[in-house]
């Protein structure tokens, strides 16, 4: 069946701008997460929803930073005026249920850039 | 906090070496633990998991053992191909759905 899809792949934006960034988990799982990777370095936790509610966003470095998920699947996260540090990988990933550390199932990334 | 240290890279083997990958971690509780693989181009995978002390998981011919008493977690593989360089990262998840919290991600490179 289909993986997590993340979309745009790329995208190259400019200091100050906002960018939108989508995730489409897969089917029937209620457990998404968003994580940011940063070049030689381990995915880190931004914020997890257990359906259409946040459940943990401590990971958010600041209030430039949002994400929603409004029906429960799609998921979009936002950064408003971004800075050349937030220039990362945003890693999207998704899981079936809520349980014990289930498997979690992770989309391709899209590559931001901030110039 | 949780968190996974796991050795740093690159590491560059012949074909048909073996392949050790030490992970250590520090948490609350019982988590699982995890290995994911990312070939390049690629998304990350997962690889193997073991959600309790003394499990082993396994895949691909590589294994890893849940070792509680040294809070260890280290990837093995007898014999290494050109097609499993890529960068490996050892991670755990504690109860519920809590978010996964990984390593730095160590570099392989396997030449003929």
């Known amino acids: 069946g289909a993986g997590v899809s993340q979309t745009p792949s790329n995208k190259v934006t400019e200091k100050g701008k906002y960018v939108e960034l989508r995730c489409d988990p897969i089917?029937?799982?209620?457990?998404l997460y968003w994580y940011r990777q940063s070049l030689g370095q381990g995915p880190e936790f931004l914020i997890y929803?257990?359906?259409?509610?946040?459940?943990?966003d401590s990971g958010l470095p600041n209030d430039r930073f949002f994400a929603v998920r409004p029906e429960g699947s799609v998921s979009t996260l936002k950064i408003q005026r971004t800075e050349r540090g937030d220039s990362a990988v945003y890693l999207c990933?998704?899981?079936?249920?809520?349980?014990?550390?289930?498997?979690?199932?992770f989309g391709p990334g899209t590559r931001l850039t901030v110039l | 906090g949780d968190s996974v240290t796991q050795m740093e890279g690159p590491v560059t083997l012949s074909e048909e070496a073996c392949l050790t990958i030490?992970?250590?971690?520090?948490?609350?509780?019982?988590?699982?633990l995890f290995w994911y693989v990312q070939y390049p181009g690629e998304g990350l995978q997962l690889l193997l998991k073991?959600?309790?002390?003394?499990d082993k998981g396994s895949n691909k011919g590589f294994e890893a053992t849940y070792r509680k008493e040294t809070t260890s977690f280290h990837l093995e593989k007898g014999s290494v191909q050109v097609s499993d360089s890529a960068v490996y990262f050892c991670?755990?998840?504690?109860?519920?759905?809590?978010?996964?919290?990984f390593g730095k991600g160590t570099r392989l490179s396997v030449i003929a």
């Open positions: 073991a959600t309790k002390a003394d």
């Open positions: 929803f257990q359906g259409t509610g946040a459940a943990d």
């Open positions: 990933a998704s899981s079936p249920h809520s349980g014990r550390a289930d498997t979690q199932y």
């Open positions: 991670a755990l998840g504690n109860s519920g759905n809590t978010p996964l919290v």
């Open positions: 030490n992970c250590t971690y520090t948490a609350t509780g019982y988590p699982s």
């Open positions: 089917s029937g799982h209620t457990a």
